[in-house]
């Protein structure tokens, strides 16, 4: 987990529990949405989407462990790597407190003109914040060199 900047808690709600009691497997990906939102007000303030627009065009899990209702939990976000139109964001979700790992999971979005229709190149500026708070050598760059 050291290698996420950002950690998130999350609170396990009732809804969350499937009939087995245990958290319900597409909850994990509201979890990561929570923290995506965590991310982006971080690093861009609540106006963050007048700066670009993203959407997820491939969202993908590993479960590793079940949570249940008892149990707290934090997801750690980072971005692992950025190209010129889209970027990926990794999550690490785990019980607050211990190292059990609960799922692995890996987004990644596009930066998109909703007006258009179509995916567009990340703004210069954003990808310079997210490089800033990630640490320029811990993001691969994906398309071109670092130099």
């Not at 965590?38 to 609540?46: H, S, V």
């Amino acid at each position: 987990m050291h290698s996420f900047r950002l950690k998130v808690p999350i609170s396990v709600r009732f809804r969350d529990i499937d009939s087995m009691g245990h958290v319900n497997n597409a909850v994990y990906f509201t979890y990561c949405e929570i923290a995506r939102n965590a991310y982006w007000t971080r690093l861009f303030g609540t106006r963050r989407l007048a700066r670009a627009n993203f959407i997820v065009a491939r969202a993908e899990m590993d479960y590793r462990s079940q949570a249940n209702e008892e149990d707290a939990i934090v997801v750690g976000i980072r971005v692992s790597s950025i190209g010129n139109t889209s970027f990926d964001f990794h999550y690490n979700i785990l019980e607050t407190g211990t190292p059990r790992l609960i799922a692995e999971a890996r987004t990644v979005q596009v930066a998109f003109d909703y007006k258009a229709n179509r995916k567009i190149q990340i703004p210069e500026p954003v990808k310079e914040q997210i490089l800033a708070f990630e640490g320029a050598n811990h993001v691969e760059l994906k398309g071109r060199s670092r130099g």
